[in-house]
């Protein structure tokens, strides 16, 4: 069975610092993956998706930046973290179905 | 570009009454979408609910049912007798037979179901 991980669960951070955030799929092999990021009170947003290791494609500009160094492996990041990155992220990926799986995704606020 | 419009939360039912949570979508880069119904129950992680990819086919999951009609663009969610257990937050979404981008989200609807 396929199996997803994020971490960290929450975090808080003062704006400025750096973010990186963390997805792992097991069982799945060159799963698409995706990032999606919530805002309180707002939609699911897609980030980026990655259909192969090495290729990440941006959806929405949000100062953020994404990779895929493994093929089970999916890293969110950015330098310096704005207030209006507060929010949930949620990482994902598909089956042949087009059916997605999410994480438990990953509570960010900064201050 | 593509979007889904729904019922705007929170919605508030007692149990055994009906439910009907509205979704509208406008798909202009995808000729035949396929929609969705996902669902975050307290506690627990986004997960599927329906989907059904065929205009004029309906998709049945737990008790809610919900039909593509392509005609008014719409893939309205029901349930005859909603459960205290059905509380929780229900998003319409729809895609493209190429799953690689992903889907479109509507913004969620919170459901709360009272005994």
């Known amino acids: 069975a396929q199996t997803i991980h994020q971490w960290p669960v929450a975090e808080i951070k003062a704006v400025g610092s750096p973010l990186s955030l963390g997805c792992t799929i097991k069982?799945?092999?060159?799963?698409?993956l995706y990032w999606y990021w919530q805002a309180t009170g707002g939609t699911l947003q897609q980030l980026f998706y990655s259909i192969t290791v090495g290729q990440v494609e941006s959806v929405v500009q949000l100062n953020l930046s994404a990779s895929r160094p493994k093929d089970d492996q999916f890293i969110l990041s950015t330098e310096k973290l704005l207030l209006s990155h507060s929010g949930f992220y949620l990482c994902?990926?598909?089956?042949?179905?087009?059916?997605?799986?999410f994480g438990e995704g990953s509570k960010l606020t900064v201050l | 570009g593509d979007s889904v419009t729904q019922t705007e939360g929170p919605v508030t039912v007692s149990e055994s009454e009906s439910l009907i949570i509205n979704c509208t979508y406008s798909a202009t880069s995808i000729a035949y979408p396929n929609l969705f119904w996902y669902v975050r129950y307290p506690g627990e992680g986004l997960q599927l609910l329906l989907k059904?990819?065929?205009?004029?086919q309906k998709g049945s999951s737990r008790g809610f049912e919900a039909t593509y009609n392509k005609e008014t663009t719409s893939f309205h969610l029901q349930k005859a007798s909603v459960q205290e257990s059905d509380s929780a937050v229900y998003y319409c979404a729809l895609g493209e037979n190429n799953y690689a981008q992903g889907l479109t989200f509507g913004l969620g609807t919170r459901v709360s179901v009272f005994p």
């Open positions: 994902a990926w598909t089956s042949n179905t087009g059916q997605l799986y």
């Open positions: 069982g799945k092999s060159s799963p698409n």
């Open positions: 059904v990819i065929t205009a004029g």
